[in-house]
């Protein structure tokens, strides 16, 4: 049975929670060294992508793996995409690093969860490109206004993302919509 997309979506979260929890015991095991040194700054610079790369390796096996098991008749393969470089992970350590103490571990969890989601997403939307016959449907927030909210009942009818993630009513441009890919029968 394929995974829900709230177990899917409670996966990454607990990768994201083991991420930073590692992040944290980084930050108290360097804590023998003055927090303001070079010393520090370079052992975080230095280690937290490393802390980071697998949970964003695990997220992006995972979502392949959900994109091929949410349409288990097609042939399609998925792959996982390309992971951030850990050099935009060093540097993104470095900036938060420019705060001091909660405030710069909270910027590191920040870009911790941007990292594994975005290796889950790159993934789902790489793939999406590479299939043929892939569809999009439209997925309304709770707050959404009635319109949205009948749009997002039509199901996986769009053709692309920009079709199930824009609207233009009234020759006005409307707030994007987030869009769900769906895949059909090729």
Do not use: K
């Not at 303001?36 to 052992?43: D, E, M, T």
């Amino acid at each position: 049975m394929p995974v829900s997309l709230t177990e899917r979506r409670e996966f990454l979260d607990d990768l994201n929670r083991l991420a930073v929890a590692d992040i944290v015991d980084l930050w108290r095991d360097a804590s023998g060294l003055d927090l303001s040194s070079p010393q520090f700054r370079q052992v975080m610079i230095d280690n937290v992508p490393e802390l980071i790369v697998p949970s964003m390796a695990t997220a992006a096996d995972h979502a392949a793996t959900w994109y091929e098991d949410s349409a288990p008749e097609l042939s399609f393969t998925a792959s996982p995409a390309a992971l951030a470089p850990a050099e935009q992970l060093s540097a993104s350590t470095a900036w938060a690093l420019y705060s001091s103490g909660d405030a710069a571990l909270s910027l590191m969890a920040g870009f911790t969860e941007r990292a594994i989601f975005g290796a889950a997403r790159d993934t789902i939307t790489e793939n999406v490109s590479r299939e043929r016959g892939s569809t999009w449907a439209r997925h309304a927030s709770a707050n959404a206004c009635g319109f949205c909210r009948m749009l997002a009942t039509r199901g996986a009818v769009y053709a692309s993302e920009a079709a199930a993630t824009s609207v233009v009513g009234r020759g006005q441009a409307m707030t994007p919509l987030s869009g769900v890919h769906a895949r059909g029968a090729t």
